[in-house]
């Protein structure tokens, strides 16, 4: 099992930047893929961005060249620095850890609101 405790959200102006940490339990090496989704209301939950245990990223069309996803394997925490932030940038961001056999765990959520 993996628990996946997030932090880092909040409210900032459009423009402006935030980075949310996510700290799994386990070494983060072991996990196959890390990422962050999120969910505004309405919408599907979407993926943001996403690195694999061997360093790999992946991210949405729609924040690429503003955010980025980095890892600090010693403290076991990935990071979503999130630049240029956007109103429709406002969601709940969910980190995401995905193991050997494909099971998913889940971070409790943390909400980013960006006010125009």
């Known amino acids: 099992q993996v628990q996946l405790v997030e932090s880092g959200g909040g409210l900032v102006q459009a423009g402006g930047s935030l980075r949310l940490s996510c700290a799994a339990s386990?070494?983060?090496?072991?996990?196959?893929?890390m990422g962050w989704y999120r969910r505004t209301p309405g919408k599907q939950r979407e993926l943001v961005a996403a690195?694999?245990?061997?360093?790999?990223?992946n991210y949405a069309d729609s924040v690429k060249g503003r955010f980025i996803i980095s890892r600090d394997i010693a403290k076991n925490t990935v990071y979503l620095q999130m630049n240029s932030l956007k109103p429709e940038d406002t969601a709940v961001y969910y980190c995401?850890?995905?193991?050997?056999?494909?099971?998913?765990?889940w971070g409790q959520g943390t909400q980013v609101t960006v006010s125009s």
């Open positions: 386990r070494y983060i090496l072991s996990i196959n893929l």
């Open positions: 995401i850890g995905r193991v050997t056999g494909g099971t998913n765990y």
């Open positions: 690195i694999t245990s061997e360093g790999s990223t």
